[in-house]
């Protein structure tokens, strides 16, 4: 059976973007593959967390995993720092990797942008983030589109490792979703949504209230032409909005934009509010009932058991393959 992997931060809550351009593939996925889907609180220490707060988010992403329909039956959930795999197979390919190519990845770019000096594991995130993928052989990653660029870094290191030492590594492929790849903050739809941005109208969080659903899509940013069509240059607000109209009820953006003829923005959006509220209530229900159970913990502890099994037979063969420690 081929093999999925992808992770998501435990720095804040996840919000519609997260889920219409990963979570939602994690569910689909798992019927023909096996998955394995992290929460990598490694990657969320690159910037200052406070220890309660980053144990809380951990299970908060975790609660949200099956909250949203990933089984723990069929895929492995885990917590990256629990499988010690990860940081060392981070550290065997940041061996393998050059500051130019980092220094050229646009997330760096743009958080480090106007600091003297960054910190050093904002740096080489990337390269942790290649270690999580190859460390299970993985076939394919489902993510949002702002992640390509670490996609294609993981997959020149793993190409690079496969033809200077004996093949090692699987060479993995990003998986990007038509609609929902790359969802919009509403405030300003030349930036994606975000879980860090200040303004918390920005985003829609999985667990936002109705009321908190319906003010941030009323006060969504649009233009004044007052018509509803897909034009992401000419129209970024309404175009965001018809992309997570159009996910959220699988409907083509063609059949959303069609209903909408000749009728105003307010129409508009009062619907998508509805739509919206009625996808992510039943995740809230879930999420509280899972959140607070015992079984939750049972669960990660499994599945980072079974997950260092996995990682455990690709950490020889490199070891191996690099002439690494004792046979
Ligand atoms: P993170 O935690 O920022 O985001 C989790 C997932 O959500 C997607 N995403 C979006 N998709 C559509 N529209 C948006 N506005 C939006 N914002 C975020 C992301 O593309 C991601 O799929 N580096 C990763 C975590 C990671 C990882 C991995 C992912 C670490 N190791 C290995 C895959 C495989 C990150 O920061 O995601």
């Not at 760096?108 to 983030?129: D, H, I, Q, R």
């Not at 997959?155 to 990003?174: M, Q, S």
Request: hydrophobic share 35%; aromatic share 6%.
């Amino acid at each position: 059976m081929k093999r999925v992997f992808s992770g998501v931060q435990p720095t804040g809550n996840i919000h519609l973007g997260n889920y219409l351009g990963a979570l939602k593939q994690f569910v689909e996925l798992q019927e023909d593959y096996q998955c394995l889907y992290c929460i990598v609180d490694m990657h969320a220490i690159t910037v200052p967390q406070d220890p309660k707060e980053l144990r809380k988010h951990i299970l908060d992403v975790a609660a949200l995993y099956l909250a949203v329909g990933v089984d723990p039956e069929k895929s492995i959930v885990f917590v990256q720092s629990d499988v010690p795999g990860h940081a060392e197979l981070g550290w065997i390919l940041t061996c393998s990797s050059y500051t130019g190519e980092l220094s050229r990845m646009t997330q760096f770019k743009s958080k480090s942008k106007n600091k003297e000096s960054a910190p050093t594991g904002l740096f080489s995130y990337p390269v942790l983030m290649a270690a999580d993928i190859l460390l299970y052989d993985t076939d394919v990653v489902p993510v949002g589109t702002d992640q390509k660029q670490h996609i294609e870094l993981c997959r020149d290191l793993a190409i690079r490792v496969n033809n200077t030492k004996k093949k090692t590594f699987v060479v993995p492929e990003g998986r990007y979703l038509k609609a929902g790849a790359r969802i919009m903050s509403l405030d300003d739809p030349s930036k994606k949504m975000s879980k860090s941005a200040e303004n918390i109208h920005s985003r829609i969080s999985l667990l936002d209230e109705p009321s908190k659903i319906k003010k941030s899509i009323m006060k969504a940013t649009t233009d004044s032409e007052g018509v509803i069509r897909f034009d992401v240059d000419e129209k970024p607000g309404i175009s965001n909005l018809l992309n997570m109209y159009s996910v959220l009820s699988n409907k083509t953006i063609d059949d959303v934009v069609g209903m909408y003829e000749g009728k105003g923005y307010g129409d508009f959006k009062k619907d998508l509010v509805e739509i919206t509220v009625e996808a992510l209530k039943p995740i809230k229900e879930r999420f509280d009932d899972i959140r607070e159970s015992e079984e939750l913990i049972k669960i990660l502890k499994s599945g980072a058991e079974r997950a260092n099994a996995i990682s455990e037979k690709t950490m020889a063969r490199v070891k191996e393959n690099f002439g690494l420690g004792l046979k």
